[in-house]
């Protein structure tokens, strides 16, 4: 399996502020993800970034918002734009990788910890 | 919409006794994968399930995918202490684009 880090581990950031997270993965993978993960519960998928094209977010979640990088196969980017306290969450990314012929497990960084004053 | 229920959604026992984690769906995944996610941690996958009814054990953890792979469970047997976490299923489907479901989780504390 991949190992994947992220960076920051976690911040506290002002209102109206916006934070840039970091996801380095050890392996090229063609698909990366964004999830969030609100305090108490489960995952909810931001969007998929594939290299070399643009992000494909899900319903509830907008580029301008979230935008994304994906420079190449090892890295991607997250920023969280003009944040307010709702945006207070742990922030996930994953590649797809497992077993052979099975293509759809994934495999999580250790999240950022988000908290907006 | 798809939908990946997982039950209970808390579970607070004592060390040494059973327990058993549901995931159902309306929904047929290509494969199903359980992870446990420990505070301040990312979650860890534990077991990916693919063929319908397979079985697969881990040291005290039994999971099961159903025949028709629309349901799974997880099962842990004389559970410890160590055991205590975030249990989460997540349903994979292959067919119209890479989509992985996760279910609500099941919050599992384990007293000494």
């Known amino acids: 399996s991949a190992v994947i880090s992220q960076k920051p581990s976690r911040d506290i950031c002002q209102r109206g502020t916006s934070l840039t997270i970091q996801c380095q993965v050890d392996?090229?993978?063609?698909?990366m993800f964004w999830y969030r993960q609100q305090p108490g519960q489960s995952l909810t998928l931001i969007a998929t970034?594939?290299?070399?094209?643009?992000?494909?977010?899900e319903s509830g979640f907008v580029i301008d918002k979230f935008p994304i990088s994906r420079p190449n196969l090892t890295f991607s980017t997250l920023t969280v734009s003009n944040m307010s306290p709702e945006d207070s969450s742990i922030y996930l990314c994953?590649?797809?990788?497992?077993?052979?012929?099975?293509?759809?497990?994934?495999?999580f960084g250790p999240g950022t910890r988000l908290t907006v004053l | 919409t798809q939908l990946l229920e997982q039950s209970p959604q808390f579970l607070s026992i004592q060390e040494g006794e059973n327990l058993t984690v549901y995931c159902n769906s309306s929904s047929v995944f290509s494969s199903l994968q359980w992870y446990r996610q420990e505070p301040g941690e990312g979650p860890v996958l534990l077991v990916t399930v693919v063929t319908g009814g397979e079985v697969k054990k881990l040291k005290r953890l039994t999971f099961q995918f159903g025949d028709a792979r629309k349901d799974s469970s997880l099962h842990i047997t004389a559970a410890q202490p160590g055991d205590t976490g975030l249990y989460l299923c997540?349903?994979?489907?292959?067919?119209?684009?890479?989509?992985?479901?996760f279910g609500a989780g099941t919050r599992l504390f384990v007293k000494a």
């Open positions: 970034a594939n290299q070399g094209s643009e992000a494909t977010y």
């Open positions: 994953s590649v797809e990788g497992g077993l052979a012929g099975v293509t759809d497990t994934q495999y």
């Open positions: 392996s090229q993978v063609t698909m």
């Open positions: 997540a349903g994979a489907r292959s067919t119209g684009g890479f989509k992985t479901i």
